[in-house]
C-alpha cells in the first residue's frame, strides 16, 4: 500500500496544473506574472512542496516521493524572492514604507513561530518528553528534530528589520536600500557561516535582494527578457539540473566549504530563476492554491507538530502512506481554521 505514496506528487503536480494556460500568441510573455495573486498561488504550492519534502524525511516508500527528501530547500528560495520582490515593489511606490513595514509584515511571521513553539512544547508535555526552553533553542539552531524547520521564520523576521532599519535610514531611497540589503547578506553568509549555524540558514537568503533587483529594474528585464526568453529560461532549468543531479561530482573538483556554499547560492538562483521565468509563459493558479497561499506561514508553521508526534512513542503510525496523508492533513486543517479564526476576529467591531 505505501508505493501508492507516489500519487501524492502527481496530485501536487496536478494541483499546479489545473486551470493553467498558455500565453498566447507564442511570442507572447506574461508582464503581471509576479502579481499578488500568481505570488499567493506559488507560495501556496511551495509551501505544500516544502512539507512533502520534510515527510520524505521522515519516510522512505515511493520511486518519486522519496526524491522530495533531495529538494533542500529549494522551495524555500522562491518564498525569499517573492518577500524581497514585494517589499521593493511597496517601498518603490511608498518612500514611507520603512516606518509601517514592521507592523503590516512582523505579525505574519511573529505569531506562527510563536504559536508553533508553544504547540511543540505543549505537545512534548502531553507524551511525556522532556524538552526545555535552551533544548527547543539548540534544536532549532543545529536540527535534531522538526523544530529546525522554524529558521525560516527568524531570517525573514530579521531581514524585515532590516530593510525597516535601513528604508528609514536612507530615506526610502530604493537603490541605497538594496545596496544595504545586499551588504547585509553578505555579512550575514560570513557570520552564519563561522557561527557553525547549518548552511540552510543562509544559502537560500540570497533570493531576497535578488527579488528586490528585479522590483526595481522590473522593466528593463522584462524587456530583456522578452528578447530571449527561451535560451535564458533554458540556461537557468540546465544550470539548476546540472547542479541538482551531479552536485557531488562537481563538489569533488574543489571540497571546501566555499565552493559547497556557492554550489548551493547557484542552485537556489537557478531553481528560483526557472521558476520565475516559466510563469511569463505559463498562467499558474486557481482557488485552491490561493486559499493555501494565504495560510502559507500557518502551513509552514503548523507542520512540524504532526511530524514529529505522529511518529513520537505516543503515536506510531508505520504506514509511510498514512503517515504522509495524517501529516498533510492534519496541517492543511489545522491552518486553514486558524486562518478562519483570524478572518473572523479582524471582521469583529473594536471595542476600544
Given amino acids: 500500500m505505501d508505493r501508492l505514496i507516489d500519487l501524492l506528487p502527481v496530485l501536487l503536480a496536478g494541483l499546479l496544473l489545473y486551470k493553467c494556460s498558455i500565453v498566447k500568441p507564442a511570442g507572447a510573455l506574461r508582464e503581471d506574472h509576479l502579481s499578488p495573486r500568481s505570488c499567493l498561488s506559488a507560495r501556496g504550492f511551495f509551501a505544500v512542496t516544502v512539507i512533502m519534502h520534510h515527510i520524505a524525511q521522515y519516510t ?15 522551495p524555500v528560495s522562491v518564498f525569499f524572492f517573492i518577500s524581497g520582490y514585494g517589499l521593493m515593489k511597496r517601498l518603490s511606490s511608498d518612500v514611507a514604507y520603512g516606518r509601517s513595514v514592521l507592523r503590516r509584515r512582523l505579525p505574519k511571521v511573529a505569531v506562527p513561530f510563536f504559536l508553533a513553539a508553544v504547540a511543540y512544547k505543549l505537545m512534548c508535555m502531553c507524551i511525556g518528553q522532556e524538552m526545555s526552553a535552551g533544548d527547543m533553542l539548540g534544536y532549532l539552531i543545529n536540527s535534531g528534530n522538526s523544530l529546525c524547520i522554524l529558521w525560516y521564520f527568524v531570517v525573514i523576521a530579521g531581514a524585515y528589520f532590516l530593510f525597516a532599519v535601513s528604508a528609514l535610514f536612507f530615506g526610502g531611497k530604493p537603490n541605497a536600500v538594496l545596496a544595504s540589503m545586499a551588504l547585509c547578506w553578505a555579512v550575514y553568509v560570513i557570520a552564519g557561516s563561522r557561527a557553525g549555524l547549518g548552511e540552510w540558514w543562509y544559502n537560500t537568503a540570497h533570493l531576497l535582494p535578488i527579488g528586490m533587483v528585479w522590483a526595481l529594474h522590473e522593466n528593463g528585464i522584462q524587456r530583456t527578457v522578452k528578447k530571449c526568453w527561451l535560451p535564458v529560461t533554458v540556461l537557468c532549468i540546465a544550470g539548476f539540473a546540472l547542479i541538482f543531479t551531479q552536485y557531488d561530482s562537481i563538489y569533488a573538483l574543489c571540497p571546501t566549504a566555499a565552493f559547497h556554499l556557492t554550489l548551493a547560492v547557484l542552485r537556489n538562483m537557478f531553481f528560483t530563476l526557472g521558476f520565475v521565468l516559466i510563469t511569463m509563459k505559463l498562467r499558474f493558479g486557481n482557488r485552491a492554491l490561493e486559499l493555501l497561499g494565504k495560510v502559507s506561514m500557518e502551513l509552514y508553521a503548523v507542520q512540524l507538530i504532526p511530524l514529529d508526534l505522529f511518529h513520537s512513542e505516543a503515536i506510531w503510525i508505520e504506514s509511510d502512506l498514512i503517515y504522509a496523508l495524517a ?17 473572523k476576529l479582524n471582521k469583529q467591531p473594536s471595542l476600544g
Wanted: aromatic share 12%; proline share 0%.
Fill in 60 to 74: 522512505s516508500a515511493g520511486l518519486l516521493f522519496h526524491r522530495f527528501e533531495y529538494l533542500g530547500n529549494m
Fill in 327 to 343: 501529516v498533510l492533513s492534519v496541517t492543511v486543517t489545522v491552518s486553514v481554521l486558524i486562518y478562519l479564526v483570524k478572518k
